[in-house]
């Protein structure tokens, strides 16, 4: 595989919804020859696209990797990981597999209240650890706020492909963040559901009453 299909798979890896104009300037090279990069690696099945939808007007295509794309990648486990759940979907209950998804988020989010004392932390403290953790699981995070309320920004994620198939690992950063931050948050937007990232909301006055209480 030549090196700017390689450049352009890359890419994709860790920024999952990129149209062509952004593929282009990150490879530089011409939007027309990204589309011809692009309809080759579609042609295989290593790459797939929507339409996303982006402020008025009409909706933009953006491109992603496949399984078999992701399946590039040495060390890339989202197959077994598919079937793994797959598996386990089919021969539990859905209240059990719906208790091991979240058992799974409990303990990442134990893990990451391990990591620091959040009970003496500020709201910047449990900030900069829950980015910090965030980023060390594969996410790519903004954090935003006003004096009504946080938003956390997630412009990728690692379990995006495994999501596509089972959308319940989306507990698992959810949990993380409730837990840094010792209040519910509601997800408003999902790159599982075609938008540009994974949005969490908290009002400022939750997250402050939780934390000095």
Known sequence: ???????????????????????AKAVKISPISVRHHIARLENEGLVSSAEERHGVGRPRRVYYLTEAGMEHFPGRTIRFTNRLLDELKEHLPAEQFDSLLAGMGASAADDLAAAGDLEHMSLDERLKLLKNWLTKEGFSVQVQRNEHELIIKETSCPYFYVGQTHGEVCSIDKALIAKALSADPQRTSCLLSGDSHCTYTIPMAAIKQAITN
């Open 1 to 23: 595989m030549g090196s700017t299909r390689n450049a352009v798979l890359k890419y994709l890896l860790n920024h999952q919804r990129s149209t062509i104009n952004e593929l």
